[in-house]
């Protein structure tokens, strides 16, 4: 069995650099290699620091860069750096060797010259390319070599976007390609898809063609670009950039390197005309205004702000070449579509519409429909590898082929024809097979169409995940209007949230009750808490606090916090297992739920904290009166007990959030002994079943706790101190400063004479008291409002 220890990186440039922490980030041991400083390569005598100041420093500025490559920013000791020159002897101590340098062919060829004189055989040797032929890099290279040799093709940034491209030659050693396949998966948490050796393999060639055909269609409608990026984003199920504000991210000049690369080496394409480079981007590229690192692209932000406060950008009209302030322009459609929260129901109302904003977007989707059909068996043999592919690495809610069976099969062909597009005869040949979808569920598995045997094949990877949209054709255990309870086998149910952003409302809370009491009078072993959407949850539903806030229905408020409350407290105190998986936003009260679970299997990227300081409110599910258990809980004899109390008390009173599962241990709201992290988002739901069934057998109810010990009037000084330096730092306002004493009341257990003991019930109800104390207070009010109009905080 092949293990991987240690790792070389190739290069660390903006990729290498990236793809360096990202395997840190997995715990691998990391040698980070760049060319020797400019000036000193002859210096053989020059002191190392020096000889190694342009790696040195390449890897600093990755590591500040934002969004952040480290899980913690301590992951960086894992990397050592050197030089080309002086250190690449020390490959020979690595098991896996990627190249990351710069992108000419003849420039990799003598790096591998040199690094097969350093190998120790059977070392596995890889390329990050993004272009250049993978079987051409070889020429030259011993057998043993070749066979260990493919391309691994990250996306940028390498933590962040999921996407692996596994790109083998005819030489490579089939268990090497699917080793990677595996390893990529398993141990850094990739999507990987077996690419072929072809022009930009298979994200970047369909993503490019779709952006390419977008800057076409804009010119030919006359869109402006604003709108474009509002019809070709979350519209459309894709990031909010859209696609000309994604030129400006990627960099024009890039943008045009791979459109030209993809012209120059496929002309036997059939869309070769789509990937001319238009007369506007020409006008960008010969001004330098190549997007975001250049200050301005298609967009050009402007010394101005809105009414709001906010920064004002100008966009590039496209027939003028010159800038100008966005007009209000919208579509029907577009309006139309922001009503409509599933995907496959708003594609198929774009082809209801004819406004010019809807043209744009059938003409684009049937153009993809045709160019992706049109590429297998060319770039890859079946359609599941291509949408995985644009999902990963573009983060697409869905790819090609299934938003072409959100519109259905026959239909896609007949209005794709329509307007002139070519389908392959492998498409025809299924619908005379008698087949309607280019995917099908069968219990519990996804399968993909095959055009090469003319059957469908289950999808690999599976084994080791669940979803739970292949579950959906099964009754499920338990439903209400925001959850659905499933059986996901083995004995062990699923709670999945299904509100608006997964907000925790009455449904929510009487669901997750109902759950627990289904799964201990039943025969199942336990349940997990977990979902599918981008965010396991924003916390509590603000509208409904805030309406029973204005309205000073406080009887009906302290009912609905002390079912939160014991909502959170039946997921420790039931005689079953519950374990959470998450992943993104863990906010508020979702986080307080989370913390009350006896296990959570957190997805890596899982942004966890206690909010609610945010909206002028303390965490009022059981989140403080967890905290002052979990401080409790830490103390040792001897210690100073105050400063473990500052600790966790500026982690609430400044709604301290995680940047990744990982530091949410270092706050607080993990704990390693029960805790774990995944790198797979796939993956969690599966891990999380298999915790529950450990617990399961030897599982016994636990007891309420009344030995929390809290500080009291000692503690209270101690905390009132604390606040009182934030204020003094600015960090703070007044209504700031009287939250965290609310904050410090409860952590401290209230006005008691010193420390003492006291029950987990005692501080639910100090809790709830000061919770519903803040509800009454109008700075508090503002700050809700705020909130829920803009999305964003308030300082008041």
């Known amino acids: 069995m092949r293990r991987i220890q240690h790792v070389a990186v190739l290069g660390a440039g903006v990729m290498g650099a990236g793809i360096a922490c990202h395997l840190a980030n997995a715990g691998f041991q990391v040698l980070l290699l760049?060319?020797?400083?400019?000036?000193?390569?002859?210096?053989?005598?020059?002191?190392?620091?020096?000889?190694?100041?342009?790696?040195?420093?390449?890897?600093?500025?990755?590591?500040?860069?934002?969004?952040?490559?480290?899980?913690q920013k301590e992951y960086a000791n894992r990397i050592q750096t050197g030089n080309l020159t002086d250190d690449l002897h020390r490959v020979k101590d690595c098991d896996w060797i990627v190249e990351v340098v710069v992108e000419r062919l003849d420039i990799k060829q003598q790096l591998f010259a040199q690094v097969e004189e350093h190998r120790r055989p059977g070392t596995l040797v890889t390329s990050n390319t993004s272009g250049i032929p993978i079987h051409l890099m070889t020429e030259g290279r011993s057998e043993d070599f070749k066979r260990h040799f493919c391309g691994t093709h990250f996306f940028n940034p390498p933590r962040y976007l999921r996407l692996l491209e596994i790109i083998p030659t005819p030489d490579t050693a089939p268990e090497v390609t699917q080793f990677f396949l595996d390893f990529g998966a398993n141990y850094l948490g990739k999507k990987t898809v077996l690419a072929k050796d072809t022009p930009a393999f298979i994200a970047n060639r369909i993503g490019v063609y779709a952006m390419a055909r977008i800057y076409q269609l804009t010119e030919e409608l006359g869109l402006p670009i604003d709108v474009v990026d509002k019809l070709t984003g979350p519209a459309l199920g894709r990031p909010k950039t859209g696609t000309f504000r994604l030129g400006d991210l990627v960099g024009h000049d890039t943008a045009a390197h791979v459109i030209e690369g993809i012209r120059q080496n496929c002309p036997t394409d059939e869309q070769a005309a789509t990937f001319q480079i238009p007369a506007y981007l020409k006008f960008l590229l010969d001004n330098k205004f190549l997007g975001n690192k250049t200050g301005q692209g298609f967009y050009k932000k402007v010394d101005e702000k809105d009414e709001k406060g906010r920064s004002v950008y100008h966009i590039l009209n496209l027939k003028t070449l010159a800038y100008q302030l966005p007009e209000k322009v919208t579509f029907p459609s577009l309006e139309a579509g922001k009503q409509i929260d599933d995907l496959g129901r708003r594609v198929n109302m774009f082809f209801e519409h004819s406004d010019d904003g809807a043209k744009l977007i059938q003409k684009s989707l049937l153009g993809l429909f045709a160019y992706a059909s049109n590429r297998i068996p060319e770039i890859a043999d079946e359609p599941y590898r291509i949408d995985d592919a644009l999902k990963a690495g573009f983060a697409w809610e869905a790819g090609p082929f299934e938003l072409w069976d959100m519109i259905g099969l026959e239909t896609g062909i007949k209005r794709a024809e329509a307007a002139g597009e070519t389908i392959p005869a492998w498409v025809q040949d299924m619908v005379q097979k008698g087949h309607s979808t280019f995917y099908t569920i069968q219990n519990g598995r996804r399968y993909s169409y095959q055009p090469s045997s003319g059957t469908y094949i289950e999808i690999p990877g599976q084994s080791s995940t669940i979803q739970l949209d292949y579950l959906r054709?099964?009754?499920?255990?338990?439903?209400?209007?925001?959850?659905?309870?499933?059986?996901?086998?083995?004995?062990?149910?699923?709670?999945?949230?299904?509100?608006?952003?997964?907000?925790?409302?009455?449904?929510?809370?009487?669901?997750?009750?109902?759950?627990?009491?289904?799964?201990?009078?039943?025969?199942?072993?336990?349940?997990?808490?977990?979902?599918?959407?981008?965010?396991?949850?924003?916390?509590?539903?603000?509208?409904?606090?805030?309406?029973?806030?204005?309205?000073q229905e406080w009887d009906e408020l302290n009912m609905a916090i002390n079912l939160f409350q014991q909502t959170t407290m039946r997921c420790r105190y039931s005689n079953i297992p519950v374990v959470a998986a998450t992943q993104g936003y863990v906010f508020g009260g979702g986080c307080e739920a989370i913390m009350h679970c006896d296990g959570v299997v957190a997805a890596a990227e899982s942004y966890i904290g206690l909010v609610e300081v945010g909206v002028g409110l303390i965490p009022g599910g059981g989140g403080t009166k967890e905290f002052a258990v979990r401080i409790s809980d830490s103390f040792r004899e001897g210690d100073v007990q105050v400063n473990t109390l500052i600790d966790h008390f500026k982690t609430i009173a400044t709604a301290a959030v995680s940047t990744s599962a990982y530091e949410a241990y270092g706050l607080g709201y993990l704990q390693p002994e029960k805790d774990q992290v995944v790198l797979n988002l796939e993956q969690h739901i599966f891990e999380a079943r298999a915790r529950v069934l450990a617990l399961a057998e030897h599982y016994v109810q636990p007891i309420q706790r009344d030995d929390v010990t809290v500080l009291g009037r000692g503690g209270l000084a101690a905390l009132y101190a604390a606040a009182n330096e934030l204020k003094l730092g600015k960090w703070a306002?007044?209504?700031?400063?009287?939250?965290?004493?609310?904050?410090?009341?409860?952590?401290?257990?209230?006005?008691?004479?010193?420390?003492?003991?006291?029950s987990e019930q005692y501080l639910l109800d100090v809790e709830r008291e000061a919770f519903m104390s803040l509800c009454g207070e109008q700075k508090t009010l503002e700050r809700v409002q705020h909130m829920l109009q803009t999305g964003k905080p308030l300082r008041n």
């Open 34 to 71: 760049d060319i020797v400083t400019p000036g000193l390569a002859e210096d053989k005598q020059s002191n190392p620091d020096a000889r190694n100041q342009l790696v040195n420093r390449a890897l600093a500025q990755s590591i500040k860069s934002k969004p952040a490559p480290l899980y």
């Open 473 to 551: 054709h099964q009754a499920p255990v338990y439903q209400n209007d925001e959850v659905v309870l499933h059986d996901i086998g083995e004995g062990v149910l699923c709670l999945e949230f299904r509100s608006k952003m997964n907000a925790i409302g009455e449904g929510i809370l009487r669901g997750l009750q109902e759950s627990i009491q289904i799964a201990e009078e039943g025969e199942w072993k336990g349940l997990v808490i977990g979902n599918h959407a981008q965010n396991f949850t924003v916390g509590a539903n603000l509208m409904m606090i805030a309406m029973m806030a204005y309205q």
């Open 733 to 758: 306002s007044e209504h700031d400063i009287k939250i965290a004493r609310k904050v410090a009341w409860v952590l401290c257990g209230g006005d008691l004479t010193g420390s003492q003991n006291v």
